[in-house]
């Protein structure tokens, strides 16, 4: 399945729910650790994921609010391993966590939260009962 703009930095998803990132020189900032962007990425997109299974099937979030706190850094060849915690979801917002943690070490390197506005996904459409009854 395609994924964007994870595709774009190498990210994928596992089949439990997770990214998984190696960094490579393209991911680099100029200190030569993964760029702060990388992490905030995929903080987002894996609050995203985890909030977007707890909601109907063809909602639509979008993230309002994002905050990320950076604990160690990354490095060439470090593999990432991200996971999700869904804290609150409603009709119209969702709360979700976010944590990076390097495989080799267990080592955190970023948490994150993440809040999204939910659109639910489209009613159905009833124009061939209305059709027949003249009725919505």
Not at 31 to 54: E, Y
Not at 81 to 104: I, Y
Request: proline share 4%.
């Amino acid at each position: 399945m395609k994924e964007g703009f994870l595709d774009l930095i190498g990210a994928t998803r596992t089949a439990s729910g997770q990214l998984r990132l190696t960094v490579t020189e393209q991911l680099l900032n100029a200190n030569g650790t993964m760029h702060g962007g990388v992490s905030a990425t995929l903080v987002d997109t894996a609050a995203g994921f985890g909030a977007r299974s707890s909601l109907p099937a063809g909602s639509i979030l979008s993230t309002i609010q994002l905050s990320v706190m950076y604990v160690a850094p990354a490095r060439v060849g470090d593999v990432i391993v991200t996971t999700s915690e869904t804290l609150h979801v409603s009709v119209r917002h969702a709360l979700a966590t976010a944590t990076l943690v390097r495989e080799s070490d267990g080592a955190v390197l970023a948490h994150g939260d993440a809040s999204f506005a939910v659109k639910p996904p489209a009613a159905p459409n009833n124009s061939s009962a209305q059709q027949r009854t003249g009725h919505p």
